[in-house]
């Protein structure tokens, strides 16, 4: 019921830094993965892609460049053959920094473009770089297998900008940015052979805002931590032979009792054990029912 102030539309790169939310989402086997995502309405919506929050569950949370951290209370809306998800934050931030998403057009070539995110787990980083090309899922096909595209089942004329901004893992969901702090596009994912980076247009992104609810969100499912296997099963060891004489604890007894029984060098102590070990046996070969009389 608190009422919220009007939120702050980025205009800065300083305010897209606000505005910009990290995915720390714990995985199978004590694995964390790491996304982006950027606030666009003051109820605490965050944009990302739709792989990075898709393995979400209720121990997933998301930071803010201030260090205020905030648990998901679920999944507004998805279109996974765009990649692209809304999420909602459990308990929004008073005032909100919010990211312009409402560009239309296609960004000119060799426009400067800015990319924020978290590449390989470096925090709230921006990098820049130009527009290489605008093209579809059909034309990027045309040029060879992508799993990427194929994985997502992205619809053949969903529109893709190419950009030489530097992403890496943990920048996925992230917004590229005009120098106006407009989002043009989402990053989405990167050609690693040849160092581009792609993103989907900020206008499928609009389009699914209008049909994201509060009322039909979708919980995320229960952490359920690794349970711990049964220990493996430590290898019996083969029997073997140890052959003991009366001389040979004579020789070792005569030996611990020169230093006193109190080794001070490797060779004593290695001794003592072996006395140890010798006279166990002697005794166990003594009492087996087996022995002859007066073993």
């Known amino acids: 019921n608190i009422k919220r102030p009007k939120p702050i539309v980025a205009k800065t790169m300083e305010e897209v830094r606000d505005a910009i939310g990290k995915f720390i989402i714990p995985q199978e086997g004590g694995r964390t993965s790491i996304g982006a995502g950027f606030l666009i309405d003051k109820r605490g919506w965050v944009a990302t892609n739709y792989h990075v929050i898709k393995q979400a569950t209720t121990a997933a949370r998301a930071e803010l460049a201030d260090g205020s951290s905030y648990s998901l209370a679920g999944i507004l809306a998805q279109a996974p053959d765009q990649d692209l998800a809304i999420v909602k934050l459990e308990a929004a931030p008073i ?162 009792a020169a230093f006193g029984w109190k080794p001070e060098t490797q060779e004593q102590y290695d001794q003592l054990a072996e006395l140890a070990k010798v006279m166990t046996l002697a005794k166990r070969a003594q009492l087996h029912p087996g022995s002859a009389p007066g073993a």
């Not at 800015?114 to 579809?136: D, I």
């Not at 989002?183 to 989405?188: K, P, R």
Request: aromatic share 6%; with cysteine; proline share 8%.
């Open 95 to 256: 005032q909100v920094t919010v990211l312009d998403v409402e560009f239309q057009g296609n960004p000119k070539l060799t426009q400067k473009v800015h990319a924020c995110g978290h590449p390989r787990n470096v925090s709230f980083t921006f990098v820049t770089g130009s527009v290489g090309r605008v093209a579809n899922t059909m034309e990027l096909a045309s040029e060879g297998r992508n799993t990427v595209l194929a994985s997502m089942k992205a619809p053949q004329d969903l529109i893709w900008i190419q950009h030489d901004a530097k992403i890496d893992q943990g920048n996925s969901g992230g917004p590229l940015v005009d120098e106006n702090g407009r989002v043009l596009w989402v990053n989405t994912w990167v050609n690693q052979s040849v160092d581009f980076g792609y993103a989907v247009h900020v206008r499928y992104l609009r389009a699914l805002t209008a049909v994201a609810t509060e009322a039909g969100i979708k919980p995320l499912p229960e952490f359920k931590p690794a349970t711990p296997g049964p220990t493996p099963a430590q290898p019996v060891p083969k029997p073997g032979k140890t052959q003991i004489s009366t001389e040979r604890l004579k020789q070792l007894f005569d030996a611990c």
